[in-house]
């Protein structure tokens, strides 16, 4: 198992700069369930620092979604309420001689990837900075430049076991010294990351792909800092069927849009994990089921194409399966009746939860029979034919036999007319299940052409 300590603890960070798509799911949901799973903590971090493009309506989303998906986290922290600590952080690199001034501007920095990549260069930072003496320090402020504080890396080789990814290595003499604070002031996301994931005793890290490159660099920060990297797994990413990236500023698949579009908490988060990896992507009855399917060894290392007629075949396919105590509450919450005899009789047939309140109006609402001429003689001799109550399990094939006998029809014939008459659908849950909610009364009015 990837986290194996006795109270290993988890993270999900996202930015309160939009509404969380599948792919920030993907994280969220591989997080939380190996936290569970292990019996550990999952912390929602919200990493809004910053301020020009973090709005508190996107916090209040996320923690909604997460909700909404029944992951709500067992702690939750900001960034935004942590800055000092950051201050102090970076002093402590400054003092150790890890963190140093740099002045150049974006447009010089430009400037010297340019002339590097047309050399055959990497475009990696040439430490200049480092040359500058006190007196050019000086002058350079005098000029108005204010410094951004880069962290001076070891040039060495980081090796880490990824989770998902198997042995790493990766020299950071390849990479620029990152930038850890603005000329602002203000602290990059790789130094609060750290320092958070220090204080709040992160055990495991399981994250995008796209931050592999950032791991060395973070593991020097750990170390520089007087810690200990925790354990890191850099799961595939999630795109569009047409292999296009997700992105939460254009708002691809997110989650309250496919909540609102009637998809399953439980679809949504089985396709989000399982898309990719050696899994089938089926049904799962809880998330306790789902946990118990993660293995970060068997996800791909190839990006993932989710597609949204998947999960809506998913979805349907996971309310064919759900157990009534499962959905009691929410159908409770929407009016319908009929306990687990009207689930049981219904949830084959439907494709969004909301459709069963539909089944439940047909079955509960007055309404009239719908009898076409041609078929009137035979539905006012199938009332007449209709038992007595009390109706039980064999009631509706004695009936279909007797009607069956006596009319000469069958198949088609013999129950479109109905099904028409009692539901005015063509198609729909079996009649056998859904005579005993209507009773007698009712089956009787509609088969005659009357309200009931």
Known sequence: ????????????APSPTGL??????????????????????????????????????????IAEDLDWLGIPPDRVERQSARLPIYGAAAERLKAAGRLYPAYETEAELDLKRGLQRARGLPPV????????????????????????????????????????????????ASLSDPVLVREDGTFLYTLCSVVDDLDFGITDVVRGEDHV???????????ALGGHAPRFAHHNLLTLPSGEGLSKRLGHLSVRALREAGQEALAVAA????????????????????????????????PARFDPEELSALTARTLHYLPYEAVAHRLENAGIGGGAAFWLAVRGNLSRFAEALDWWEIVETPRLGLVASEDAEFLAAAGDALPPEPW?????GAWIAALKSASGRSGKALFRPLRLALT????????????????????????RGEVG
């Open 213 to 223: 490159s950032n791991t060395a660099v973070q593991v020097e920060i750990f170390e």
């Open 20 to 61: 969380i798509h599948v792919g920030n799911v993907r994280t969220a949901l591989l997080n939380a369930l190996l936290a569970r799973r292990a019996g550990g903590t999952f912390i929602l971090r919200y990493d809004d620092t910053d301020v020009a493009r973090s709005r508190e309506e996107f916090a209040h989303a």
């Open 392 to 396: 039980g399990a064999d009631t509706y």
């Open 271 to 302: 396709a989000a994990v399982l898309v990719g990896t050696s899994e089938a992507l089926a049904p799962v009855e809880s998330l306790q089921a789902l946990a118990a399917k993660v293995d970060l060894s068997h996800i791909s290392r190839a």
């Open 424 to 447: 005015g659908q063509e198609k729909g849950p079996e009649l056998a299940a859904l005579l005993p909610l209507m009773g007698r009364r009712r089956v009787l009015a509609r088969l």
């Open 125 to 172: 930072y040439d430490r200049a900075a480092l040359a500058l003496t006190d007196a050019d320090r000086a002058r350079l402020e005098a000029e108005g430049r204010k410094p951004h504080w880069r962290f001076k890396l070891d040039h060495r080789v980081i090796s880490w076991d990824d989770g998902v990814r198997g042995p790493q290595n990766l020299d950071t």
């Open 1 to 12: 198992m990837f986290a194996s300590s006795a109270a290993p603890i988890f993270r999900f």
